[in-house]
């Protein structure tokens, strides 16, 4: 089992930018996928991004994220980092951090492929 916990949320205004963290432990973090997705009041949870376990090997993006929003992990750290840049009210929401089961040589975008969740971080970005 894998534990997680998020930080790094908060209030910003748009145009803004926020850095999320996810610090895992429970298993080796190499050896995993890691997946970001977010939920708005009144919505289901969606995909964000999704990073692969071992060099980073692929990264994968929701097309609304593309080109403003980076997934990154610190294997040494047993963390992954969602940077997110030129923020807008529309990107407001929990963002969840999510462990896949293992390592893949495609993304996975799907809920049910990640078995471990954290706590979730609210991100508000105000107009």
């Known amino acids: 089992q894998v534990q997680l916990v998020e930080s790094g949320g908060g209030l910003v205004q748009a145009g803004g930018s926020l850095r999320l963290s996810c610090a895992a432990s429970?298993?080796?973090?190499?050896?995993?996928?890691m997946g970001w997705f977010r939920q708005a009041p009144g919505k289901e949870r969606e995909f964000v991004a999704a990073?692969?376990?071992?060099?980073?090997?692929?990264?994968y993006y929701k097309d609304s994220v593309k080109g403003r929003f980076t997934i990154s992990r610190d294997n040494a750290k047993n963390t992954v980092y969602l940077q997110m840049n030129s923020l807008k009210p529309e990107d407001t929401a929990v963002y969840y951090c999510?462990?896949?089961?293992?390592?893949?040589?495609?993304?996975?975008?799907?809920?049910?492929?990640?078995?471990?969740w954290g706590q979730g971080t609210q991100v508000t970005v105000s107009s």
């Open positions: 990073i692969s376990g071992d060099n980073s090997r692929w990264l």
């Open positions: 999510a462990a896949d089961s293992g390592s893949y040589d495609y993304p996975r975008t799907r809920e049910y492929d990640y078995y471990s």
């Open positions: 429970g298993r080796t973090f190499s050896s995993y996928a």
